[in-house]
């Protein structure tokens, strides 16, 4: 009787190979291999590191390895390049928490983060096998994409592809379709050169992908000139007071007086280099987050009496309790006559510090249990205050990574968009640096000028295209004064909202299906 056989293409996607069994573990290990290298290589050129052209090259290997391949063999793929990447990403968590709790919650994130990379590499290899492969493997990432931005506990989007590209040719269609589409042209121009290194060993049709890699770099060169940065609602002087914190670590979670009283004597010294003239008086000054704490009455007399010599509105953040006894992270609108006035409550709240899931479970991981009693309340609405000239759109620290933030506010009115931020936590390390990447990101996507204003650093001036004009350096007092261009037309992205999302899991969900429908060819 026949024994029936597997051809050498469909034994290979299997993982089979010579009858010893040699060649399937040196292939194996290789991807193994490979799929880890990519994975620390798309951490390299995240930022600090401004080498946007290699994250599509570094996702190249990711594709590659899980091109032809089952699902199974996917997800494992997909698990150590994700690990890979996180891990190192995540350093300033290590740098945090180690003293007190070792290494795991800093692994144990990086895990739970590469689980959903995990499920990409299982979706990716699944539709690889399809026509038009790129496409449909760059939607299914930015499914996965998405889901870990959502779940669990809120989701946690650091990392996410677009965040590495805050400067190059892809940044512009961050104004097209907002951070998803920034990913989703990453993931297609590295997918697209995996297909092209395949069909080079195969040396068959080259020509689709050579340009369906192109097509992104295209689009975002073609989009560079609708970036706006004309001041089309007028201009505003904008001062940004960083008072520094004590390196500390930890110790800095009960140091609220040192972040408030630092604050206070920066705010001094800017108010007495405004009498002397040596610095122009501003339209606005713009405080970090966590710089007050505050009962209901909000009551600060060195805050009021700042803003009152200065004689211009101020916006500060700090802790505050409301009349309800809910605990809240704020942004108040301090004005120079009236005192405190409107107030911004933060809406995406940093899961295991600020809200805490699961208290007893996360006292053995997280110093904050025993710092909050209770979890605060996330606000609800967009955050837009009146200031001086400009209508401020805010976000604090954690909030600029989710894409709903910046696009409420924009949508309510706002000219310039703000992210005061604490950052001390985490040390001389890569986290202040990333956050003002997808800060860069935002001011692109929704053609804002946006104001960093960090306790220690890094706090900066960014243009309207994504350029910085000013910024600080980390653990120093320092104060920065701008004029930034106010701006009431929008973007594609702003008015476009979350749709660039749906149409692509339409499309990689669409994908995923089909392949599903032709699991009995799949042998």
């Known amino acids: 009787m026949a024994v029936p056989t597997l051809s050498p293409q469909r034994r290979e996607r299997r993982g089979g190979g010579s009858p010893g069994g040699r060649l399937p573990g040196r292939a194996v290990w290789g991807r193994m291999l490979l799929a880890v290298a990519a994975g620390f290589a798309l951490y390299a050129v995240s930022p600090p590191h401004d080498v946007w052209w290699l994250a599509p090259v570094a996702f190249a290997g990711f594709a590659l390895v899980v091109l032809g391949r089952r699902a199974r063999a996917g997800f494992g793929y997909g698990l150590l390049f994700g690990f890979a990447f996180m891990l190192p990403l995540l350093g300033w968590l290590q740098d945090f928490l180690s003293a007190q709790f070792g290494p795991w919650p800093w692994m144990g994130v990086a895990a739970v983060e590469a689980l959903f990379f995990g499920l990409a590499g299982a979706g990716m290899a699944r539709v690889s096998r399809l026509a038009a492969a790129p496409v449909w493997m760059a939607a299914v990432f930015v499914i996965a994409e998405s889901l870990r931005s959502s779940v669990p ?7 996410r592809l677009a965040f590495t590209q805050a400067t190059g040719a892809l940044l512009p269609l961050a104004s097209l379709g907002g951070a998803v589409l920034v990913t989703f042209a990453v993931a297609l121009t590295g997918a697209a050169l995996a297909q092209f290194v395949t069909r080079l060993r195969e040396r068959r049709g080259l020509v689709a992908p050579v340009a369906t890699a192109l097509v992104p770099v295209l689009a975002g060169l073609a989009a560079l000139p609708t970036i706006g940065t004309d001041p089309n609602a007028g201009s505003a002087r904008v001062a940004v007071i960083q008072g520094n914190a004590p390196d500390i670590g930890l110790d800095l979670l009960y140091e609220d ?3 408030h009283d630092n604050h206070m004597r920066a705010a001094d010294r800017f108010a007495d280099d405004v009498r002397a003239g040596r610095t122009p008086r501003p339209d606005l000054v713009v405080l970090p987050e966590q710089v007050g704490s505050w009962g209901p009455a909000k009551y600060d007399p060195e805050l009021s009496r700042i803003a009152a010599e200065l004689s211009v509105p101020m916006l500060v953040g700090g802790l505050g309790v409301d009349e309800d006894g809910q605990l809240r992270n704020k942004i108040v609108q301090w004005d120079p006559v009236t005192g405190p006035g409107g107030e911004y409550d933060k809406q995406h709240l940093v899961p295991f510090a600020e809200t805490i899931p699961m208290r007893p479970v996360a006292r053995l991981v997280s110093p904050f249990v ?13 955050g837009v205050l009146d200031a001086g000239p400009a209508r401020v759109g805010l976000g604090m620290c954690y909030d600029v990574a989710y894409d709903d933030v910046f696009t409420g506010a924009t949508r309510e009115g706002a000219t310039l968009l703000a992210v005061p931020t604490n950052n001390a936590w985490y040390g001389h390390s890569e986290m202040s640096y990333q956050q003002l990447a997808m800060s860069r990101l935002r001011a692109v996507e929704h053609g804002r000028a946006v104001v960093v204003a960090a306790t220690s650093g890094v706090s900066a001036i960014v243009r309207p295209d994504g350029t910085v004009a000013q910024q600080t350096g980390q653990f120093v007092a320092q104060n920065l004064v701008g004029e930034v261009p106010l701006r009431s037309s929008g973007t594609p992205a ?30």
């Open 153 to 159: 506990f809120g989701g946690f989007p650091w990392g």
């Open 257 to 259: 007086d040192v972040l």
């Open 370 to 382: 025993d710092r909050f009693e209770r979890d605060m309340v996330p606000g609800e609405r967009p």
């Open 494 to 523: 702003t008015w476009l909202g979350s749709a660039p999302l749906w149409v692509l899991v339409a499309l990689g969900a669409g994908a995923v299906v089909f392949t599903l429908r032709r699991r009995s060819r799949d042998v």
